[in-house]
Protein backbone atom coordinates (compact mmCIF):
# COMPACT_ATOMS: atom_id res chain seq x y z
CA UNK A 1 0.00 0.00 0.00
CA UNK A 2 0.94 3.54 -0.22
CA UNK A 3 2.75 4.83 2.50
CA UNK A 4 1.80 8.90 4.09
CA UNK A 5 3.24 10.78 6.49
CA UNK A 6 1.16 13.34 8.52
CA UNK A 7 -2.43 14.53 7.69
CA UNK A 8 -4.44 17.04 5.93
CA UNK A 9 -7.09 19.37 7.90
CA UNK A 10 -5.13 18.57 11.19
CA UNK A 11 -6.15 22.36 11.98
CA UNK A 12 -8.97 23.78 10.18
CA UNK A 13 -7.55 27.39 10.01
CA UNK A 14 -4.52 25.91 8.28
CA UNK A 15 -4.23 25.42 3.86
CA UNK A 16 -2.75 21.71 3.36
CA UNK A 17 0.09 21.04 1.59
CA UNK A 18 0.57 17.65 -0.51
CA UNK A 19 4.92 17.28 -0.29
CA UNK A 20 6.28 15.20 -2.71
CA UNK A 21 10.21 14.52 -2.53
CA UNK A 22 12.79 12.68 -4.52
CA UNK A 23 14.71 9.28 -2.66
CA UNK A 24 18.09 11.03 -2.22
CA UNK A 25 19.13 12.68 0.94
CA UNK A 26 22.31 14.68 1.39
CA UNK A 27 23.90 14.87 4.90
CA UNK A 28 21.62 17.33 6.54
CA UNK A 29 17.89 16.12 4.55
CA UNK A 30 14.96 18.00 4.44
CA UNK A 31 14.77 18.18 8.24
CA UNK A 32 14.57 21.74 8.39
CA UNK A 33 12.58 22.31 5.12
CA UNK A 34 9.32 20.01 6.51
CA UNK A 35 10.19 21.84 10.07
CA UNK A 36 9.22 25.07 8.37
CA UNK A 37 6.21 23.96 6.29
CA UNK A 38 4.75 22.58 9.44
CA UNK A 39 4.90 25.25 11.49
CA UNK A 40 1.74 27.43 8.95
CA UNK A 41 0.37 24.13 6.97
CA UNK A 42 -1.00 21.02 7.63
CA UNK A 43 1.70 18.94 5.68
CA UNK A 44 0.76 15.45 4.20
CA UNK A 45 4.20 13.64 2.43
CA UNK A 46 3.92 10.78 -0.26
CA UNK A 47 6.81 8.24 0.81
CA UNK A 48 7.82 7.33 -2.85
CA UNK A 49 10.51 4.92 -0.62
CA UNK A 50 8.21 2.98 1.26
CA UNK A 51 5.53 2.81 -0.98
CA UNK A 52 7.93 1.44 -3.79
CA UNK A 53 9.17 -1.41 -1.16
CA UNK A 54 5.10 -2.60 -0.71
CA UNK A 55 5.20 -4.19 -4.36
CA UNK A 56 2.11 -2.32 -4.87
CA UNK A 57 3.81 -0.86 -8.69
CA UNK A 58 5.34 -3.50 -10.80
CA UNK A 59 9.14 -3.15 -10.04
CA UNK A 60 10.46 -4.74 -12.93
CA UNK A 61 8.62 -1.84 -15.55
CA UNK A 62 9.09 1.36 -15.85
CA UNK A 63 6.40 3.57 -13.32
CA UNK A 64 5.25 6.37 -14.86
CA UNK A 65 4.20 9.67 -13.14
CA UNK A 66 1.22 9.04 -14.21
CA UNK A 67 0.87 5.87 -12.89
CA UNK A 68 2.00 6.95 -9.49
CA UNK A 69 -0.17 10.33 -9.51
CA UNK A 70 -3.66 7.96 -10.10
CA UNK A 71 -2.69 5.49 -6.31
CA UNK A 72 -2.56 8.55 -4.44
CA UNK A 73 -5.12 11.14 -5.80
CA UNK A 74 -7.09 7.44 -5.26
CA UNK A 75 -5.87 7.60 -1.88
CA UNK A 76 -6.45 11.60 -1.31
CA UNK A 77 -10.24 10.36 -1.57
CA UNK A 78 -10.15 9.81 2.04
CA UNK A 79 -10.54 13.43 2.64
CA UNK A 80 -13.86 14.92 0.71
CA UNK A 81 -13.74 18.31 -0.35
CA UNK A 82 -10.24 18.94 1.05
CA UNK A 83 -8.32 21.59 -0.97
CA UNK A 84 -4.60 21.41 -0.96
CA UNK A 85 -1.54 22.71 -2.51
CA UNK A 86 0.65 20.25 -4.08
CA UNK A 87 5.04 21.05 -3.79
CA UNK A 88 7.45 18.61 -5.27
CA UNK A 89 10.79 19.10 -5.62
CA UNK A 90 13.24 16.90 -8.28
CA UNK A 91 11.15 13.72 -9.27
CA UNK A 92 8.39 15.45 -7.42
CA UNK A 93 7.35 18.00 -10.19
CA UNK A 94 6.54 15.11 -12.60
CA UNK A 95 4.00 13.32 -9.62
CA UNK A 96 2.95 16.90 -8.80
CA UNK A 97 1.81 17.82 -12.60
CA UNK A 98 -0.51 14.70 -13.27
CA UNK A 99 -1.98 14.74 -9.22
CA UNK A 100 -2.84 18.17 -10.65
CA UNK A 101 -3.96 17.19 -13.94
CA UNK A 102 -6.15 14.46 -12.43
CA UNK A 103 -7.50 16.54 -9.52
CA UNK A 104 -8.37 19.83 -11.11
CA UNK A 105 -11.29 20.23 -8.44
CA UNK A 106 -8.94 20.01 -5.10
CA UNK A 107 -5.80 20.91 -6.27
CA UNK A 108 -5.22 24.73 -5.89
CA UNK A 109 -1.80 25.64 -6.43
CA UNK A 110 1.47 23.90 -7.52
CA UNK A 111 4.81 24.15 -6.63
CA UNK A 112 7.71 22.65 -8.87
CA UNK A 113 11.75 22.66 -7.07
CA UNK A 114 14.15 22.35 -9.52
CA UNK A 115 11.80 20.90 -12.25
CA UNK A 116 12.90 19.61 -15.96
CA UNK A 117 10.80 20.25 -18.87
CA UNK A 118 11.39 18.00 -21.59
CA UNK A 119 14.37 15.28 -22.89
CA UNK A 120 16.73 17.70 -24.56
CA UNK A 121 20.51 15.68 -25.48
CA UNK A 122 21.88 17.74 -22.52
CA UNK A 123 19.47 16.24 -19.92
CA UNK A 124 19.73 12.76 -21.63
CA UNK A 125 23.32 12.28 -21.41
CA UNK A 126 23.43 13.74 -17.90
CA UNK A 127 21.26 10.66 -16.73
CA UNK A 128 22.51 8.20 -19.18
CA UNK A 129 26.37 9.36 -17.57
CA UNK A 130 24.23 8.76 -14.06
CA UNK A 131 23.17 5.02 -15.19
CA UNK A 132 26.23 4.28 -16.95
CA UNK A 133 27.89 5.29 -13.58
CA UNK A 134 25.72 2.70 -11.60
CA UNK A 135 27.16 0.10 -13.90
CA UNK A 136 30.57 0.80 -13.45
CA UNK A 137 31.24 1.92 -10.01
CA UNK A 138 31.45 0.70 -6.62
CA UNK A 139 28.90 2.21 -3.65
CA UNK A 140 31.31 5.11 -2.80
CA UNK A 141 32.59 6.37 -6.21
CA UNK A 142 29.11 6.06 -7.34
CA UNK A 143 27.40 8.57 -4.22
CA UNK A 144 30.40 10.75 -4.94
CA UNK A 145 29.73 11.19 -8.75
CA UNK A 146 26.06 11.68 -7.88
CA UNK A 147 26.56 14.08 -4.53
CA UNK A 148 28.95 15.90 -6.78
CA UNK A 149 25.99 16.49 -9.70
CA UNK A 150 23.40 17.40 -7.11
CA UNK A 151 25.03 19.83 -4.85
CA UNK A 152 26.98 22.81 -5.45
CA UNK A 153 30.93 22.80 -5.55
CA UNK A 154 31.24 25.29 -2.68
CA UNK A 155 28.34 23.18 -0.73
CA UNK A 156 30.44 19.80 -0.76
CA UNK A 157 33.62 21.44 0.09
CA UNK A 158 32.49 23.44 3.14
CA UNK A 159 30.61 20.22 4.68
CA UNK A 160 33.26 17.75 3.17
CA UNK A 161 33.19 15.93 6.40
CA UNK A 162 29.56 15.08 6.72
CA UNK A 163 29.75 14.09 3.22
CA UNK A 164 32.34 11.50 3.89
CA UNK A 165 30.50 10.69 7.11
CA UNK A 166 27.38 9.95 4.49
CA UNK A 167 29.03 7.91 2.01
CA UNK A 168 30.40 5.60 4.54
CA UNK A 169 27.09 4.63 6.12
CA UNK A 170 25.81 3.63 3.11
CA UNK A 171 29.45 1.83 1.26
CA UNK A 172 27.94 -1.35 2.06
CA UNK A 173 25.03 -0.86 0.09
CA UNK A 174 24.18 -2.62 -3.56
CA UNK A 175 23.99 -0.60 -6.63
CA UNK A 176 20.30 -1.72 -8.39
CA UNK A 177 21.87 -0.28 -12.02
CA UNK A 178 18.62 -1.50 -13.41
CA UNK A 179 16.39 -0.22 -10.66
CA UNK A 180 18.37 3.35 -11.09
CA UNK A 181 17.27 3.08 -15.22
CA UNK A 182 13.66 2.49 -14.26
CA UNK A 183 13.56 5.63 -12.28
CA UNK A 184 15.63 8.15 -14.13
CA UNK A 185 13.83 6.84 -17.49
CA UNK A 186 10.51 7.73 -15.89
CA UNK A 187 11.92 10.74 -15.80
CA UNK A 188 13.06 11.14 -19.69
CA UNK A 189 9.78 9.71 -20.59
CA UNK A 190 7.85 13.00 -19.28
CA UNK A 191 7.72 16.20 -20.78
CA UNK A 192 6.05 18.20 -18.07
CA UNK A 193 5.61 21.27 -20.40
CA UNK A 194 3.04 19.08 -22.06
CA UNK A 195 1.34 18.52 -19.22
CA UNK A 196 1.96 22.24 -17.56
CA UNK A 197 0.64 24.55 -20.09
CA UNK A 198 -3.04 22.86 -20.06
CA UNK A 199 -3.54 23.59 -15.96
CA UNK A 200 -4.82 26.86 -15.29
CA UNK A 201 -3.77 26.83 -11.45
CA UNK A 202 -1.86 28.77 -10.10
CA UNK A 203 1.73 27.55 -9.97
CA UNK A 204 5.32 28.75 -8.67
CA UNK A 205 8.25 27.60 -10.35
CA UNK A 206 11.46 27.65 -8.42
CA UNK A 207 15.07 27.12 -9.22
CA UNK A 208 18.99 27.44 -9.46
CA UNK A 209 21.23 29.19 -11.45
CA UNK A 210 23.78 26.70 -10.45
CA UNK A 211 21.91 23.61 -10.77
CA UNK A 212 24.05 21.25 -12.72
CA UNK A 213 21.29 18.24 -13.09
CA UNK A 214 17.67 20.31 -13.83
CA UNK A 215 19.26 23.79 -15.34
CA UNK A 216 17.65 27.15 -14.97
CA UNK A 217 16.50 27.20 -18.47
CA UNK A 218 14.21 24.24 -17.89
CA UNK A 219 12.28 26.23 -15.39
CA UNK A 220 12.55 28.91 -17.65
CA UNK A 221 11.42 27.47 -20.37
CA UNK A 222 8.20 26.48 -18.54
CA UNK A 223 7.34 29.52 -17.16
CA UNK A 224 7.09 30.85 -21.20
CA UNK A 225 5.07 27.88 -21.45
CA UNK A 226 2.77 28.04 -18.73
CA UNK A 227 -0.57 29.89 -17.98
CA UNK A 228 -0.49 31.87 -14.42
CA UNK A 229 2.96 31.16 -13.48
CA UNK A 230 5.29 32.74 -11.15
CA UNK A 231 8.98 31.97 -11.50
CA UNK A 232 12.22 32.33 -8.61
CA UNK A 233 15.51 31.63 -9.48
CA UNK A 234 18.04 31.44 -6.49
CA UNK A 235 21.92 32.88 -7.05
CA UNK A 236 22.79 29.60 -5.49
CA UNK A 237 21.78 26.18 -3.67
CA UNK A 238 22.35 23.47 -6.87
CA UNK A 239 19.96 20.82 -7.38
CA UNK A 240 19.18 20.42 -3.75
CA UNK A 241 17.75 23.21 -2.45
CA UNK A 242 15.26 21.48 -0.16
CA UNK A 243 18.14 21.31 1.98
CA UNK A 244 20.68 23.98 0.90
CA UNK A 245 18.19 26.81 0.66
CA UNK A 246 15.38 25.55 3.06
CA UNK A 247 14.32 28.87 4.83
CA UNK A 248 14.29 30.90 1.49
CA UNK A 249 11.78 27.90 -0.14
CA UNK A 250 9.70 27.87 3.26
CA UNK A 251 9.22 31.81 2.33
CA UNK A 252 8.54 32.08 -1.21
CA UNK A 253 6.17 28.98 -0.75
CA UNK A 254 4.53 30.39 2.24
CA UNK A 255 4.22 34.11 0.47
CA UNK A 256 2.73 32.31 -2.99
CA UNK A 257 0.06 30.23 -1.30
CA UNK A 258 -0.87 33.13 1.30
CA UNK A 259 -1.47 35.55 -1.65
CA UNK A 260 -3.54 32.90 -2.92
CA UNK A 261 -6.19 33.58 -0.57
CA UNK A 262 -9.26 31.13 0.86
Not at 28 to 44: H, I, M, S
Not at 105 to 110: G, K, N, T
Not at 145 to 169: A, P, Q
Request: charged share 25%; hydrophobic share 35%; with cysteine.
Amino acid sequence: MLTFHGSFNRKKDRDNILLLLPKTRGPFGVTEFKALLKNKFNLLEYNDVLSEKSNIFNQSKVITFEQKALAINNFLKKWKNIKFHVVGHSTGCGLGTFIAKQNKVDCESLTLINPWNKQDNEFRILQTKRVENAKKFNQIKYLKSDYNLLYSKNYTIKFKKEFSELILKQKNNNIDASLIKRRLQSILDCNIGDELCKLVLPKLIINAVDDKLMKIHHGEELHKLCYNSKLISLNSGGHMLTETRAKDLNTHISNFIGSLGK
